[in-house]
Antibody, heavy 121, light 107 residues
């Protein structure tokens, strides 16, 4: 059974840092691209970042470029999101999701339960 | 960046109704369009990928169509478990933007 379990969410002050983790199991983690998606309270989904299977090609939303870093440890089956210089507007539930490539299209077919990051003074 | 819009932002419908949600991209995205369903407090669930391909396990009352910039999600014979928020997402180019969502609630 595919499982993605996020952790690391917390209440932090503006300007502080936080690292989220996403532990993957039930599939060959190293073969899949992975994404982070966030959702502010009562708002819609926002794509944050994605990383290819070996970590050599990350991509970011403009709103987090230069502040957030996505990485992965395929030996530990774990995805990370290092978040620096956090802003109040980064407050959200952060989901990790597996990207599956099927018939020429990408989709996020498995999602974690999410971890809440609150940035407030 | 490609901007995604959806209409309506919300709608009320009854069990058994046919519901249509529209998604528009700010530039052509070919057929790189997915639809997700999200219920309160839960993670999103993929329904349709590549505009019209039904994800495994998703009921056939869900269907998708369109190409280029204009896309549609249709739910036939709306069931109680379908009351949720629906999001489109383009995967043509990063950032893989989502639409703002369409909330389907009970009339």
């Amino acid at each position: 059974e595919v499982q993605l379990v996020e952790s690391g969410g917390d209440l932090v002050q503006p300007g502080e840092s936080l690292r989220l983790s996403c532990a993957a199991s039930g599939f060959t983690f190293s073969r899949y691209w992975m994404h982070w998606v966030r959702q502010a309270p009562g708002k819609g989904l926002v794509w944050v970042s994605r990383i290819n299977h070996d970590g050599s090609s990350p991509s970011y939303a403009d709103s987090v470029e230069g502040r957030f870093t996505i990485s992965r440890d395929n030996a530990k089956n774990t995805l990370y999101l290092q978040m620096n210089s956090l802003k109040v507007e980064d407050t959200a539930v952060y989901y990790c999701a597996r990207a599956t490539y099927t018939s020429g299209w990408y989709m996020s077919d498995y999602w974690g339960q999410g971890t809440l990051v609150t940035v407030s003074s | 960046d490609i901007q995604m819009t959806q209409s309506p932002s919300s709608l009320s419908a009854s069990e058994g109704d046919r519901v249509t949600v529209t998604c528009r991209a700010s530039q052509t995205i070919s057929t790189y369009l997915n639809w997700y369903q999200q219920k309160p407090g839960k993670a999103p669930k993929v329904l349709i990928y590549g505009v019209s391909s039904l994800q495994s396990g998703v009921p056939s009352r869900f269907s998708g169509s369109g190409s280029g910039t204009d896309f549609t999600l249709t739910i036939n014979n709306l069931q109680p478990e379908d009351f949720a928020t629906y999001y489109c997402q383009q995967t043509y180019s990063t950032p893989f933007t989502f639409g703002p969502g369409t909330k389907v609630d009970i009339k």
